[in-house]
């Protein structure tokens, strides 16, 4: 559904913006534990702006996940700053 797009988004912006993945693992059952429970590894220097977003985009609970509408409206793609 549209909640696993915006998490699938979410990822490939983590990958853009960082240059490596927010998770990995060995395995299948690895890489779930990490997504389950692994803080995201956002680098220290990360501008705070995007960190939000990813962040929004990759809350793990799908109830408070940021919808599409949400990520097109955040400060992000207003430039603010």
Known sequence: G?????WALGVTAFVMAFGYLPFFGKSRWEL???VLKK????????????????SMMLQRDILRRCSMQEV????????VR
């Open 2 to 6: 549209k909640a696993q797009d915006v």
């Open 72 to 79: 097109l409206r955040h400060a992000f793609f207003r430039g």
């Open 39 to 54: 803080p995201l590894p956002f680098p220290v220097d990360a501008d705070p702006v995007t960190v939000d977003l990813i």
């Open 32 to 34: 779930t534990e990490q």
